[in-house]
C-alpha cells in the first residue's frame, strides 16, 4: 500500500470479526515499529503481546474501575463516565491482540520514541489491512503496580502505547480534522 494511503486510510477501528492475527504478522508490525526514530538511538521500547482473552477481560474491567476512581475532571468527564460505568464497555473492544508497547530505558523522550514506534506499528497495520486503535483508557491503570502484575512487567517500565490490533469489520467513517494553524516565520 502507497504510504500516502496508508496514512488517510488509517482510522481507530472499535469493532473486529473474531479472526485471530497471527505470530508472522505480529512480529512484522513490530519489525516495523522499531524503525522508527528514537531519541539517542536509544531504542527504548518493549513490546508485549497479549492474545489471552481472560487477561484482556480483567485488565479491561480494573482500567475502568481506576479511570473511575483517578480521573480528573475535564471537558470529557461525563462522557468517560457513563461509557466507563457501563458494564458491557470492553476498553479493548474484544480486538484479538492487544501490542504494549512500554519504555524501558530512563530518558527524557522515552514517551516519544515509544508513540513514534506505535504510528509506524499502526501504518504498518493499515498497510496490511488490519485494525488498530491506541487505547488510552488502560494506560494509567497499567502504571500501576496491580497493572504491570497483570503483564508481569517490571516495575520500572512505563507502559506507554496499549495498541489494539485485529481484521476489522468494517470501514470506521472518516474522521474530520482541524484546519491546520500554521505560522509562517520566514
Ligand atoms: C493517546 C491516544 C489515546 C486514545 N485512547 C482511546 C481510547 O481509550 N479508546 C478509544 O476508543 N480510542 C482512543 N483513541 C483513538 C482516538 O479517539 C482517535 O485517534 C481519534 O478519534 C481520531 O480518529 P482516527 O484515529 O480514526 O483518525 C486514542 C488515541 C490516542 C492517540
New binding site residues.
Given amino acids: 500500500m502507497d504510504l500516502n494511503d496508508a496514512i488517510l486510510g ?3 477501528v ?1 469493532d473486529y470479526t473474531a479472526q485471530s492475527v497471527d505470530e508472522g504478522t505480529i512480529r512484522g508490525l513490530i519489525d516495523a515499529a522499531v524503525q522508527a526514530p528514537s531519541a539517542v538511538n536509544q531504542q527504548p521500547w518493549t513490546f508485549t503481546v497479549v492474545r489471552d482473552q481472560a487477561v484482556l477481560a480483567g485488565i479491561s474491567r480494573d482500567a475502568k474501575s481506576h479511570m473511575l476512581a483517578t480521573m480528573p475532571a475535564g471537558p470529557h468527564s461525563d462522557h468517560f463516565q457513563s461509557v466507563l460505568k457501563d458494564a458491557n464497555f470492553h ?1 479493548f ?1 474484544n480486538a484479538p491482540v492487544l501490542i504494549l508497547i512500554s519504555g524501558v530505558a530512563q530518558g527524557p523522550w522515552i514517551v516519544e520514541d515509544c508513540a513514534l514506534a506505535a504510528e509506524n506499528l499502526m501504518l504498518a497495520a493499515r498497510a496490511a489491512h488490519l485494525g488498530t ?7 494509567s491503570f497499567l502504571n500501576t503496580s496491580d497493572g504491570k502484575n497483570a503483564l508481569g512487567l517490571p516495575t520500572s517500565w512505563v507502559a506507554v ?1 496499549p495498541i489494539i490490533v485485529g481484521h476489522p469489520k468494517g470501514s ?1 467513517p472518516p ?1 474530520p480534522r482541524k484546519e491546520p494553524e500554521i505560522r509562517w516565520v520566514g
Fill in positions: 488509517r482510522r481507530s472499535r476498553i473492544y486503535c491506541w487505547i488510552g483508557f488502560a494506560q502505547a470506521p474522521v
